[in-house]
């Protein structure tokens, strides 16, 4: 038999394998659950807010992205506009030039009626920003430059007659044309409306 030289010594530095129970008090208890629920509360709220603050971001977000695709209709419709501002101002346009425009065969129908037939009109013109027209042209003496602008104002469709220069005259040079010339001053109605 053998002889041991040494001792064995059981030491357990661990806790005992028996629970101690801590007891806290109601006030702790009381406040550590008025902490809790305060959290609870804080973390729903704050919850809310970012969900709040997601949903109106997503709205914008579709709400841009639907003012985006409008921008082509609102381009679409400003050419519409446009073209349509384009299409009144030729129509107008043309229609304006319709208006202003002589039939210069009723014109001369009118003079060649209103005259007598020893008068000849040598210059007709027509000065469309006054509305008048301006004829020049002889005649064989006074009596008959009198008669074509008694002529001309007895037509319905010319007013505000003018003899704005006529020369007579003094000496008749035999075998010479001696003629009254003159330049008359008109409105016609046929000037366009």
Do not use: C
């Amino acid at each position: 038999m053998e002889v041991k030289d040494f001792y064995e010594i059981d030491i357990n530095l661990l806790p005992h394998r028996k629970k101690i129970k801590r007891t806290i008090d109601r006030e702790t208890k009381t406040i550590i659950n008025i902490g809790i629920a305060l959290l609870v509360i804080l973390a729903i709220i704050y919850a809310g807010l970012y969900y709040q603050l997601y949903t109106k971001n997503q709205y914008l977000s579709d709400l841009n992205t639907r003012i985006a695709s409008l921008k082509k209709v609102e381009d679409t419709l400003n050419l519409r506009n446009k073209l349509g501002d384009d299409v009144f101002y030729y129509e107008t346009t043309i229609e304006k030039l319709v208006n202003s425009q002589i039939d210069f065969n009723n014109l001369l129908l009118d003079i060649a009626t209103s005259i007598p037939k020893e008068t000849v009109i040598e210059n007709l013109s027509v000065d469309m920003d006054k509305k008048i027209v301006q004829i020049t042209g002889h005649t064989t003496d006074l009596q008959h430059l009198a008669w074509t602008a008694n002529g001309l104002s007895q037509n319905p469709n010319i007013s505000n007659l003018t003899v704005d220069q006529y020369t007579v005259p003094y000496v008749k040079v035999p075998n010479s044309p001696n003629y009254t010339t003159f330049t008359i001053s008109f409105q016609w109605k046929g000037m366009g409306k």
